[in-house]
């Protein structure tokens, strides 16, 4: 079942948004050779807490940690650890607020240092990915919009689109329906409508599709070993636009 969100309630959800975009750019500032996952990870904690929001991940069906960090071929899920990152890494920083009950969600990926020229491209055309997705996020359109606009810049890009995970409804909950996969694929196809609050969260590898959860049971990552790309914003319908509620450390809504 789709939640609608009052204007009220999305005022809600946008100042949780806001904690997170903060929180987010505070990251990236801290993102350098040398800086390890778990660093980053209990600074987002305390920022968030001490910002009076509650990290939205932790906890999350035993999820351990506030922030998922993942690391060139990981996809998603990396949790937080002593590792250091290092010169060409790309990192996926991924993050919940819940501020009052009301929960946003994020992704953004960074090279540390400066990073392969595949890489970079990987990087630019996922977030292209995401633009497009959020592009077509209008009243009356309909979820396979999105993901058809996702799935044809990646696919055109010779790039590996992931099915298992996808973009999601949010704001009273991490997960609400309605499912919002990065390809077209069979099921529901829910009308956009005013009052929607949706993540869009393109999930793009430099090689094939498929992805593989590792033995601790959240991290994800591709197969064949390639990058991985992700970006996610928090996005309200309103009755006469849709309004990016999240903003990249980049400064972009798109
Ligand atoms: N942005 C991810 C998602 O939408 C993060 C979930 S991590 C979890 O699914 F730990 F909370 F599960
Ligand atoms: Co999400």
New binding site residues.
Partial sequence: MIKLKTVDEIARIRDSCMLLNDTLEELVRMVDVGVTTSELDRFARDYIVRHHGKPAFLGYEGYPASLCASVNQVVIHGIPDKRRLKEGDILGL?L?VDLGGYIS?A?YTIGVGRISPEANALLEITKDCLRLGVQQAVPGNRIKDISAAVFARAHAAGYGIVRQFC??G?GFS??EDPQIPNYVGPGPNPRIKNGMVL?I?PMINLGVDEVEILEDGWTVQTVDNSLSAHF?HTIAILEDRTEVLTVHPNGSRL
């Fill in positions: 991924d919940g969600d992704a973009g999601h949010v991490l997960h993540a969260e996610e």
